[in-house]
């Protein structure tokens, strides 16, 4: 496992870096979010990713993709972060195209990847329930009738939910709340009968819903992976996910700290640079030595995921914990070392923080992950 | 057969007729083991210690790369390779342990006269001077360039006089480096020589430091009007804090390879001690709030280790970066250390006496050690200047 990246890795950062600061610099996420923009991310943005062959990085060569890797879509996602770009990219190429690549049968294969690859579908993830993500925690009933199943409950904080055409969710076909055993994921048109989305206002200005099925019927040829055991398989997916979202919050923090570092360099008061101050100079070092601590962590998770390795679990938990306490720190400090311009909304810096928490909590919080690395490492 | 085949064939059996039973694998464990820094009073427990270190000297393989001249191995960079392959293969044991090679070989090769190598080099190499640094004192500490131990000129010979701390084996050393003041007048970085002497000159006396946990091998050094020959001055006069900043390149090195090479291997276990003390629960730590702490620590050790790797991988360009792991390696050791004297409760703090196992009593000296882990060897704020100025850029007040 080198942490190094290859050349053709590289090259793609490089690509999609070009491509952030030209196509979508923060001005483009800052006008979405101004002009109440209905989806919040961009058709033409996403056409442009579609073109450049984005959405099809973790899917075969089969089916239209070119089977790059996470750490391929990690360094895209890494890169678009940094300007803030809103996109499908993460609900859609990573957490569908892989959920369908590694579980899903031939024939839904053939059925939706060619079209996740082309544009011509977009994908959420549909798990959490209650304020904390906690998947065995999930109640959502899916009670089989006859070649169908009916599933009824709601799903909240559902990302790209809004939008996306094509829903995969977890839902309990046996057992209790709390039980990991029971569980089934469903492949759901997002215009089935009885579906009902209701779109969320939240901080970070991206695209999300809360989904209410009202009985709605599935035909069993759509369940994702095997009956009852969806809660490995979602695992699975939220693994490679968390990993994914790690590598996009390096990208925030990285660039909150790039700027604030710059206004360390320019801003004077009491006629001197501010970064002089040893009281900034020294927490601006320990935020690049956590910022380096995160750059390891998530190339060692996309290393991980990349080559199978039986210690996806854990360093999926340990990339999340780590990138999710980083950017927390680095987006409180670049707040305060900005002064009275860093909480205007005028001035860009604040859209970091509210990425920041809202991303601390997808697929799990520090704290949820420092648990599970904890009962994955045997204490 | 190529020349490398022909040196690695050489070299194993050279190994195999010289490298003693006891100092390779398969030792008898009855047979005591010594921490062989050689020098004028070296004692021996083991005499094929001794032998070991006369034969690897004789060859000059205690610096392999050094030219023959100077008593050095001459070897390439290749050679070197093979002969470091070759005693690991057999398990050999470094037969010297030395300040000399580590820190004062390197700068004298590149700033000392000819003399002077053909002088100090070989008995370095040999293990038959001991050397120690004089470098810290106790007005200057991290403002090492403040110091003010002072050599006057006196015609033939310097006069010395001041005191120096922190001088690690001062005690058992035959020969000292020494920071002094020779330029008064100058800015202070301006007026510091660097100079060699003989720790058994007249007016050199050692005093052994005990720290917090207790024994330790630091002293204070003091000189009192001793008389230096000029001859040893190293490099030009006043121009000592170059050849001084070199040393401690080559002193950080070495204490990050050691310090880390050390934690690692370090037989206390936070998680084990946690669940002696509190017990265990389907194999989970039976108190939430120490696992919850020791679990964030160990993922921030986890991700330290990565970035080692990580270093290592991007083929160790991270220079700028080697402040990072001085302060990281430090302050997680001393962190792991609070943990375990934490889980242990009462224990953690035990000190003496036959009421608690050694375990605890060495637990307690270890954590009281770790204090000045982040202190040795430039400060954690020291660390922090560094990265904020050299890799960061932030500007000077």
Redesign the interface.
């Given at each position: 496992m080198?942490?190094?990246l290859s050349e053709e890795e590289q090259f793609l950062k490089d690509t999609a870096k070009s491509f952030a600061e030209e196509r979508s610099p923060i001005s483009h996420f800052r006008s979405l979010r101004d002009n109440n923009d209905p989806v919040l991310w961009d058709k033409d943005i996403w056409s442009e990713m579609v073109n450049l062959g984005w959405p099809g990085i973790l899917i075969p060569e089969e089916y239209g993709g070119s089977n790059f890797g996470v750490t391929g879509i990690g360094v895209i996602l890494q890169e678009c972060a940094k300007t803030l770009t809103p996109s499908p990219l993460f609900a859609t190429g990573v957490l569908g195209a892989y959920g369908l690549t590694q579980h899903g049968t031939d024939e839904q294969k053939k059925n939706y990847l060619p079209k996740i690859v082309s544009g011509k579908i977009t994908t959420a993830l549909a798990i959490d329930e209650s304020s904390h993500h906690n998947p065995s925690e999930t109640l959502m009933s899916a009670k089989k009738e006859g070649s169908n199943f009916i599933l009824t409950g709601k799903k909240i904080f559902v990302i790209d939910g809004d939008s996306a055409d094509l829903l995969i969710v977890l839902a309990r076909t046996s057992g209790d709340k709390g039980d990991n055993a029971g569980l089934t994921l469903f492949l759901v048109d997002s215009k089935s009968p009885g579906l009902e989305k209701i779109k969320l206002d939240m901080a970070d200005s991206r695209n999300y819903a809360n989904i209410i099925f009202n009985d709605v019927k599935v035909d069993e040829s759509n369940i994702l992976g095997d009956l009852e055991t969806g809660g490995e398989t979602v695992d699975d997916i939220l693994d490679i996910g968390r990993i994914a979202i790690s590598s996009e919050m390096l990208g925030n923090a990285e660039s909150a700290f790039e700027t604030t570092?710059d206004y360390?360099?320019q801003r004077k008061q009491f006629g001197?640079?501010i970064?002089?101050?040893?009281a900034?100079?020294?927490r601006?070092?320990?935020m690049?030595?956590e910022l380096?601590?995160?750059?390891?962590?998530v190339?060692?998770a996309m290393r991980a995921a990349d080559e199978n390795s039986n210690e996806l679990q854990r360093m999926s938990s340990?990339a999340k914990?780590?990138a999710g306490e980083t950017l927390h720190l680095v987006s409180n400090e670049a707040i305060q070392m900005h002064g009275g311009i860093g909480v205007t909304d005028e001035y860009d810096i604040g859209f970091f923080l509210k990425r920041a928490r809202v991303a601390e909590q997808i697929f799990g919080s520090s704290?949820f992950h420092?648990?599970r690395?904890?009962?994955l490492?045997?204490? | 057969m190529s020349n490398l085949e022909k040196f690695r064939e050489e070299t194993k059996s050279w190994l195999d007729e010289n490298c003693p039973a006891s100092m390779r694998n398969g030792a008898d464990p009855s047979i005591p083991v010594d921490e062989v820094w050689g020098g004028r009073n070296a004692e021996y427990k083991n005499p094929e210690s001794k032998l070991w270190l006369e034969r690897m000297g004789e060859k000059g393989w205690t610096m392999p790369t050094v030219a023959k001249e100077y008593g050095g191995g001459g070897l390439s960079k290749d050679e070197v390779k093979i002969l470091n392959e070759e005693m690991f293969f057999i398990g050999a044991k470094q037969p010297l342990l030395s300040f000399g090679i580590w820190m004062l070989a390197p700068v004298l090769l590149e700033y000392g006269t000819e003399e002077q190598k053909k002088q100090h080099i070989p008995k370095i190499i040999k293990g038959q001077i001991r050397w120690c640094q004089g470098y810290s004192e106790p007005g200057s500490g991290s403002d090492l360039a403040s110091l003010a131990t002072k050599a006057e000129d006196i015609g033939e010979k310097y006069l010395v006089n001041g005191q120096k701390v922190w001088t690690s084996y001062a005690d058992k050393a035959d020969w000292i480096f020494a920071l002094v003041r020779t330029g008064p007048k100058e800015p202070k970085h301006d007026g510091i020589s660097f100079l060699l002497i003989d720790m058994e000159t007249k007016g050199v006396s050692t005093k052994p430091i005990t720290l917090i946990s207790g024994k330790s091998p630091f002293c204070e050094t003091f000189f009192d009007n001793v008389e230096v020959p000029k001859q040893n001055l190293i490099g030009e006069l006043n121009a000592g804090w170059t050849i001084a900043k070199k040393l401690l390149q080559h002193e950080r090195a070495f204490i990050s390879n050691f310090g880390l090479a050390a934690g690692m291997g370090s037989k206390r276990d936070v998680i084990s001690i946690a669940k002696k003390h509190f017990g265990e629960e389907n194999g989970k730590i039976k108190n939430g709030f120490y696992r919850s702490e020791i679990s964030s620590h160990k993922i921030k050790e986890h991700a330290f280790g990565l970035t080692l790797k990580r270093a290592g991988d991007e083929g160790g360009k991270a220079s700028a970066t080697a402040s990072m792991f001085k302060l990281y390696g430090t302050e997680h050791n001393k962190k792991r250390h609070e943990l375990m004297v934490a889980a242990s409760g009462i224990n953690g703090v035990a000190w003496d006496g036959d009421e608690f196992d050694d375990d605890d009593k060495n637990l307690t000296k270890a954590w009281l050690r770790t204090k000045g882990n982040s202190l040795e060897g430039g400060t954690s704020e020291v660390q922090l200047n560094v990265i904020s100025k050299r890799v960061l850029g932030l500007p000077s007040q």
């Open positions: 080198k942490l190094v570092l360390l360099k001197v640079l970064g002089s101050f040893q900034l100079q020294h601006a070092a320990e690049f030595c380096e601590l995160t750059k390891s962590s190339m060692a340990l914990t780590v704290k420092t648990e690395y904890a009962n490492s045997g204490f | -």
